[in-house]
């Protein structure tokens, strides 16, 4: 939502400037300029990237444009999850996390956890990695490895999707110019015209260096922005979650498992020492 808002805010600050100047909004109507522009940054775009990026740049927009954040009850209910998984294997073995990790959509620890359970990278990242701790016979050390390789590639994966926007960004008022340059080439030629159709393909072509330049610092930037910091974060949720195994394979119990877990929250969604205390006593478990 506030990808929306920021939208609206850019295009109605530049209205409103451009209105206290007396300025005509018909002249800002070029749609020449648009499409030389836009489409030279689509064509610029399918060029860089590959079809998995293209389809991961068209799935990640309207993520961006939910605006979806994780709270501190996301992270409270996660460490929840875990807690109750951990207490499960502390009491009957860790087998009884079998049934658990083989069909998430099934279990019952899970399922008091519906967040987590839309979230498919999560949910496989935790699940086989508890299966490959099933299997037995795996150090600490190793399960910390193997996860911390998937976390790289995930964010190796991501990573391309911001970098070709902000690449697309850095191009558009390049792209006004060849906007403007093709408007002042038209312009050239009918000079016989008279001054006022000559100012007229001036002031057209100068739409071409300024919607360049909007387009990029107020549209398409921000956006590869916004994209690079939800990334960030899904990494920081993947972090937690290896912690918190990481931990337990290192024979901690649930209780200050989770504990390490919750320190590597940031601080804006971390719960404290004792909400988290209060939490898992509050809260039904296995």
């Known amino acids: 939502m506030n990808v929306f808002i920021g939208y609206v805010v850019v295009i109605g600050a ?7 100047h007396q300025g005509n909004f018909y002249l800002l109507l070029q749609p020449s300029e648009i499409i030389i522009i836009v489409g030279a940054a689509a064509g610029s775009v399918l060029i860089a990237s590959p079809p998995a990026v293209l389809r991961k740049i068209f799935a990640s927009i309207p993520k961006a444009a939910r605006g979806q ?5 996301d992270y409270l209910d996660l460490l929840k999850s875990f807690y109750d998984l951990f207490i499960l294997a502390q009491r009957n073995g860790l087998l009884a996390l079998e049934k658990h990790v083989e069909n998430p959509e099934a279990s019952e620890v899970f399922n008091r956890n519906p967040t987590f359970l839309n979230n ?3 949910v496989a990242f935790v699940c086989d990695t508890l299966k490959v701790m099933l299997s037995g016979g795996i150090p600490p050390h190793e399960i910390e490895e193997l996860m911390s390789v998937e976390i790289e590639t995930y ?5 391309p999707v911001p970098n070709i926007l902000a ?3 850095d191009s558009l008022p390049g792209l006004g110019i060849v906007a403007a ?4 080439i038209v312009t050239m030629a009918s000079v016989n015209e008279g001054a006022i159709v000559v100012g007229q393909k001036v002031a057209a072509a100068l739409v071409g260096t300024f919607l360049g330049v909007l387009l ?8 590869a922005t916004n994209l690079e910091m939800q990334m960030q974060e899904d990494v920081r949720f993947l972090e937690t979650i290896k912690t918190c195994i990481v931990s337990y394979a290192k024979g901690n119990p649930p209780i200050v498992s989770v504990e390490i877990a919750r320190r590597t929250i940031v601080t804006e969604q971390r719960p ?3 909400e988290l205390e209060s939490y898992l006593r509050g809260r039904p478990g296995i």
């Open 14 to 20: 530049v209205l409103l400037g451009f209105f206290l």
């Open 69 to 73: 954040e994780r709270s501190k009850d």
């Open 120 to 122: 498919p990278t999560a």
């Open 155 to 159: 964010e190796s994966e991501q990573r």
């Open 167 to 169: 690449k697309t960004a």
């Open 181 to 184: 340059v093709l408007g002042v």
């Open 216 to 223: 990029c610092y107020g549209f398409v930037s921000p956006l």
């Open 272 to 274: 404290s020492f004792q």
